[in-house]
C-alpha cells in the first residue's frame, strides 16, 4: 500500500528566505506525486506534479519539488518565500497502477514571518 | 469551468439525524472520494468510486454510506450522525489512474458539525 510522510507539522521561514517542506513516500513501482496547498477556508488547490521525465518539477506560484528516486522524497521548495504562501500543504502519492486514489500525508503548516 | 461542487458548505446537525452531503463534478472523472479532514491527522479517505455503480472503503468508511449512479454524482450519507463526525469534508475527482493529466480537483468543503 502507499504511504507519504510529511515530518514537520510546522515550518517557519522569513520572507524572502528560501522554503522546503519535505515529503517522503512508499509505494511500489514508479510513483505519481503531488502537492497541493490548502488556504484557510478553502479547498485544496494542486501545486505540481511528478509523473516521469525530469526529476525537477516546476509548479504554480514560484514552487518546484524535486522527485529523488534513491531517497524516496519530493521535497518542495521555494527561492524567496513570501508572507501569502503561508498555508497548510499536503504531499500525496498514487500508484499509476493501482485502483486507489491519492493518499495524502499529514500536512504541514508553512509560516513565511515578514 | 472544471469544477466539483459539494453543498452544503456548512451543516450544524444533531445526533442521528440522516443527512446527506451532495458532490457533482462536470469532468467526466471516473474516480471520485471523499475524505475527511481532522487537525493532526491530514487528509484520510472514507470512500472512493472507480466508475458508475463501483464502490470501495477507504481508511475510515465506518459511519458511511456512499452511491455512485451516475458519473458525475458521489454523495456522502450518514445514516445516524454521531459526535465524532464532526469534521471537514471534502470532495475530489480524477481521471482514472496511467493518464498524465491524472491530478485531482477539490470541492471547497464541508464543515459538518454534529452536536
Known amino acids: 500500500a502507499q504511504s507519504v510522510a510529511q515530518p514537520e507539522d510546522q515550518v517557519n521561514v522569513a520572507e524572502g528566505n528560501p522554503l522546503t517542506v519535505k515529503c517522503t513516500y512508499s509505494?511500489?513501482?514508479?510513483?505519481?506525486l503531488f502537492w497541493y496547498v490548502q488556504y484557510p477556508n478553502r479547498g485544496l488547490q494542486f501545486l505540481l506534479k511528478y509523473i516521469t521525465g525530469d526529476n525537477l518539477v516546476k509548479g504554480s506560484y514560484g514552487f518546484e519539488a524535486e522527485f529523488n528516486k534513491s531517497q524516496t522524497s519530493f521535497h518542495l521548495k521555494k527561492p524567496s518565500a513570501l508572507v501569502s504562501d503561508s498555508a497548510l500543504y499536503f504531499c500525496?502519492?498514487?500508484?499509476?497502477?493501482?485502483?486507489?486514489?491519492?493518499?495524502f500525508g499529514k500536512g504541514t503548516r508553512l509560516s513565511v514571518i515578514a | 469551468e472544471a469544477q466539483v461542487t459539494q453543498n452544503p458548505r456548512y451543516l450544524i446537525t444533531v445526533t442521528g439525524k440522516k443527512l446527506t452531503v451532495t458532490c457533482s463534478q462536470n469532468m467526466n472523472h471516473e474516480y471520485m472520494s471523499w475524505y475527511r479532514q481532522d487537525p493532526g491527522l491530514g487528509l484520510r479517505q472514507i470512500y472512493y468510486?472507480?466508475?458508475?455503480?463501483?464502490?470501495d472503503k477507504g481508511d475510515v468508511p465506518e459511519g458511511y454510506k456512499v452511491s455512485r449512479k451516475e458519473k458525475r454524482n458521489f454523495p456522502l450519507i450518514l445514516e445516524s450522525p454521531s459526535p465524532n463526525q464532526t469534521s471537514l469534508y471534502f470532495c475530489a475527482s480524477s481521471p482514472a489512474p496511467r493518464t498524465l493529466n491524472t491530478e485531482a480537483f477539490f470541492g471547497q468543503g464541508t464543515r459538518l458539525t454534529v452536536v
Open positions: 468510486s472507480m466508475n458508475v455503480e463501483v464502490t
Open positions: 500525496a502519492v498514487r500508484d499509476p497502477w493501482g485502483n486507489t486514489p491519492l493518499v
Open positions: 509505494v511500489s513501482g514508479n510513483p505519481y
